[in-house]
């Protein structure tokens, strides 16, 4: 079976109209992309918590709409255009998808991930490259953390310089659990992962298991009525972003044990001064290590030491 995609090119202002519309009148499905991929006027469609964008469209959008063979393709552009009052009908152009095999297509996509000195992010239809190393199985997913972006990989790196033989940690934003699983592999005691996310606690369990790790995950309402509530931990982790965890600096700070360590990352290399001004009341932080202008900041409680970069 074989299916053919409609493309058209938009301004921003349709792109949202035309998308919905599209769909209305017969496509069995709609994507907008970055009409400037790949060239230098390519714009990153992103936000901080709080500052999302309101609309999933570009200044310069491509509307990809999948539909079926032996549909009428001029037909369905003319049917959506008129839907929502474009005066002209816009240009398009056309292409054949031919049936594949598209789970075997996507893990084609995902091989393992090296990180540190040791670790391996290994998908599961895949054979880890280094079976002496630290192996971490793990599919992507719905949840943040797969080791491929460089904040996930700063903090992976830290634990894997840090070794926690029996302390407690916690990985406050876990995402996928990845940081949790890493902590526990690499000797800590007890570690326990909070989200905000249901699914990505859903996630993270399921990892957890696979990767026999003992792990307890929690949402933050379940998590401040367990016996955690007042614990404060040996290694405390946080992978966010620098507005939340600017926010988050007395609590976090505040589940550090005395002399016990805070990892923060999800800060890009230019938010760094700022996010250290915000926890300096409370522990003094510094740069451990930068990569592709993010930044990981790390210091102790109890030390007037900030500490020097890796």
């Not at 790790?213 to 016996?227: G, H, N, T, V, W």
């Not at 931990?233 to 044990?257: T, Y």
Request: charged share 20%.
């Amino acid at each position: 079976m074989s299916w053919t995609e409609i493309v058209i090119e938009i301004a921003r202002d349709h792109a949202e109209a035309l998308s919905e519309a599209l769909m209305d009148v017969g496509a069995l499905s709609v994507s907008v992309e970055d009409a400037d991929e790949g060239t230098d006027a390519e714009k990153p469609l992103f936000g901080e918590p709080g500052m999302e964008p309101t609309e999933a469209a570009w200044e310069h959008s491509r509307v990809v709409a999948l539909t079926n063979e032996d549909d009428d393709q001029a037909v369905i552009v003319a049917a959506a255009a008129g839907q929502i009052g474009l005066a002209a009908l816009p240009k398009f152009t056309t292409r054949k998808v031919e049936e594949q095999d598209w789970v075997r297509l996507t893990q084609s996509q995902f091989a393992p991930i090296h990180i540190g000195k040791n670790i391996w992010v290994v998908p599961s239809w895949h054979e880890a490259p280094d079976a002496n190393g630290l192996i971490l199985e793990l599919d992507p997913g719905l949840a943040f953390g797969t080791g491929s972006h460089p904040t996930t990989r700063l903090c992976m790196e830290w634990l894997e310089a840090n070794p926690a033989p029996g302390k407690t940690v916690l990985d406050y934003g876990c995402g996928s659990g990845i940081l949790a699983m890493v902590a526990k592999k690499v000797g800590a005691g007890e570690v326990v992962g909070v989200d905000i996310d249901p699914q990505a606690i859903e996630s993270a369990a399921d990892n957890a298991q696979r990767n026999k790790c003992e792990i307890e995950y929690f949402l933050p309402d379940s998590f401040a009525q367990s016996k955690h509530a007042t614990q404060r931990f040996d290694i405390v982790v946080a992978n966010i972003l620098s507005s939340p965890l600017k926010l988050m600096a007395p609590m976090l700070s505040g589940r550090v044990a005395d002399g016990g360590a805070l990892i923060l990352s999800g800060v890009l290399a230019r938010q760094a001064e700022e996010v250290a001004a915000a926890y300096a009341p409370f522990i003094k932080l510094g740069v451990w290590a930068e990569q592709d202008g993010w930044v990981a900041l790390h210091g102790r409680l109890g030390s007037d030491v900030v500490p020097a970069a890796r």
